[in-house]
């Protein structure tokens, strides 16, 4: 998106307030009891047409064309919204040519929408999926498809509650806008200050301490932020001096914050919008599912910390000095900045058993209330302005990127559903896997590997488990297992090559050839790749809401496995100790599963 400091007094002032349009609308839906989703779900698209096609354009020519399509799209998606009544009757059958222009129309600006967004992947894919809608039929042997008529096929994708207005877009509506409001207001505030000044205070005087720091706050900070990328960019800003500042070697640095930004988005409360979809594909209420990510999350922190203990041995490196350790009255007082929301937002839904939206909501009012205090609590009435300009800005363009990409990938899932092409999927996979779990698990990685290069991870998730989590269901695996390992591995290519999203960034900021910074962060991320295995190999490590005793047991038995694999591949000791460790680590791991 456009710098936000880019932007002239008076452009800031509209998009602060198109933003508070956005933030009021989303907000509302909450309050308001039962919106039908042919109204909610195209205003929510033509809230976003303007901050991807216009305020993110970054030449004349897309500032121009933007301008055209936004006008164009919300008047689609605002006919969509007004005609809801009508629409509803006609179950997803258009009707004339005006109709079907609209549905061409809804679907090119989509396409387009997430092509400014996030680039080329998720839009060709797609498309794609659209021609394979269209023309398969004419494909020879099991991948054909009967055909569909077009009006029906169009149709279903754009006037009725599939498609682009499905159920994946209501939670884009109703859940995930709410807590990326949550998550700008924070951010406009102390929140995150408050998240590294406790980060180094309660690791900078250990051993590897500035990136232990990195651990700590990223995983506060990435909880919320969803975006590895934004994780690096924000806390990197701070803890890579600081490592650097120590001596820490460039590769390791940008390895460790890499990695620690990763881990943000498996991280509960909130994990991104992971979370929220994972609710709405699974059925599972919301805090089963924070239950069920809490251990395994914890475990990969683990593994990245016993990471930075052997590498710290490696190269002595000494904690976060004295005089750059914050106070305790600065830890204190702007730890409240996000231990204040974040202890409301818990304490609405676990205590008071409201809806995850409402109890956000009252976060998110503890958070502008706060606002208008500083560090040393302190009020300005100029900074309170421009901290609420950059809350409503960073809300607004965060929901149209998540927007943008959520509507884009429900075109895929209406078409895999619409011709069934996700079952033909489904039975490749358990043919290729010999109807054995373990090679469906491999097959299943591998596709999201292959898949997270190109497109985010919650798209990556979304796509991977509407083919792969029925195969995967078949061959046993509880459905709640089957979705958190795809979403866990939707995650490798941040810091896997070929493409590493998190790592290109991490090495940039610190200056170094990003294939080392991969090479040290495949070592340290070792949990990402290991986890969800021993989810697999130990079942109750991901049920502390119902057998919390054999939850912990798991817990130890595989986070000494793990200890034990990461030491013995970082640590210096001879070869045939560290072979031995990482034999008696793999064993804990997969042996006698709990």
Sequence with gaps: MTPQNDLSARGRLFWAALGAVSVAFHLSLVFSGLTPALVARPVHMALALPWVLVFAARTKLQLRTGLALSAI?????????????????QYGFLSGNGQLALAIVLLALTLEMARRAIGWPLP????????????????????????????????????????LWGSLTGVSVDVVAIFVIFGAVLNAGEAGQGFMNLATAAAGRLKGGAAKVSVLSSALFGSISGSASANVASTGAITLPAMRRLGYPRPLAGAVEAVASSGGQIMPPLMGAGAFVMVELTGTPYAEIMAAAMLPALLYFATVWIGIDAFASRYDLKPVAAEDRPSRRDVLVTSLFFAVPFVLLLERMFVGGYTPQYAACVAILAGFVLLFLDGRLTFSLPRTRERIETALITAGSQIATIASII?????????LGLTGLGVKITSLILAGAGGELWPALLLT????????????????YVICVSVAGPALQKLGLPPLTA????????????????????????????????????????????????????MVANPSLIA???????????LLKVGAGLAAI?????SQKPVAWRALLV??????????GI
């Design 583 to 592: 034999s008696l680590g793999g064993a804990a791991l997969f042996a006698g």
């Design 124 to 163: 060709t894919v797609a498309a794609l999926a659209l021609l394979y809608g269209l023309f398969g039929q004419h494909l020879p042997g099991e991948f054909g498809h009967p055909g569909l008529p077009l009006s029906s096929f169009l149709g279903t994708l754009t006037i009725a509650e599939g498609g």
């Design 544 to 554: 502390l809401g119902t057998e919390p005793a054999l939850a912990l047991a798991a």
């Design 445 to 460: 990685a591998i596709a999201c590997l292959v898949l997270g290069m190109e497109v985010p991870t919650t798209a990556a």
């Design 407 to 415: 509507i884009c990938a429900s075109i895929v899932i209406g078409v």
């Design 483 to 534: 979705h958190l390992f795809v979403f866990w591995y939707a995650l490798l290519s941040t810091i896997t090559p070929p493409v590493c999203g998190a790592v290109f960034i991490a090495s940039g900021m610190v200056g170094e050839n990003w294939l080392k910074v991969a090479g040290v962060a495949m070592l340290l991320g070792l949990g990402l790749y290991l986890v969800p295995l021993g």
């Design 566 to 570: 990461s030491y013995g591949l970082i």
């Design 73 to 89: 799209g919300m008047g689609a998606t605002l006919w969509i919204a007004l005609n809801a009544d009508a629409l509803s009757d």
